[in-house]
Nanobody
Framework: VQLQASGGGLVQAGGSLRLSCAVS????????MGWHRQAPGRQRELVAI???????NYDDHVKGRFTISRDNAKNTVYLQMSSLKPEDTAVYYC?????????WGQGTEVTVSS
């Protein structure tokens, strides 16, 4: 299973970005897809997940600002980020759970300037 993330970049506070993560390989049984992030000097933390059944879960810090979605036909998960804040600056990692085994993308950097 391979994950290819894209969409990071530099944006001003209040702006928006959309991250994408395409999943390829033996991914027939994706249990859930999601995004985590790791800010400098901090541990990796969950941002949002979407299950195979479409259930969503968000970290409290991003609720109402970020939206996770998936395109099953393309095996792609998205993270629409709006009203970005400097504290959202981090490397964002996509992950998938396939047959209960976790796979991670390479990370895409998001920098929000004040």
């Amino acid at each position: 299973v391979q994950l290819q993330a894209s969409g990071g970049g530099l944006v001003q506070a209040g702006g928006s970005l959309r991250l994408s993560c395409a999943v390829s390989g033996n991914s027939h049984s994706i249990n859930l897809m999601g995004w985590h992030r790791q800010a400098p000097g901090r541990q990796r933390e969950l941002v949002a997940i979407i299950t195979a059944g479409g259930s969503l879960n968000y970290d409290d810090h991003v609720k109402g600002r970020f939206t996770i979605s998936r395109d099953n036909a393309k095996n792609t998960v998205y993270l629409q980020m709006s009203s970005l804040k400097p504290e959202d600056t981090a490397v964002y990692y996509c992950m998938v759970l396939v047959n209960l085994e976790a796979y991670w993308g390479q990370g895409t950097e998001v920098t929000v300037s004040s």
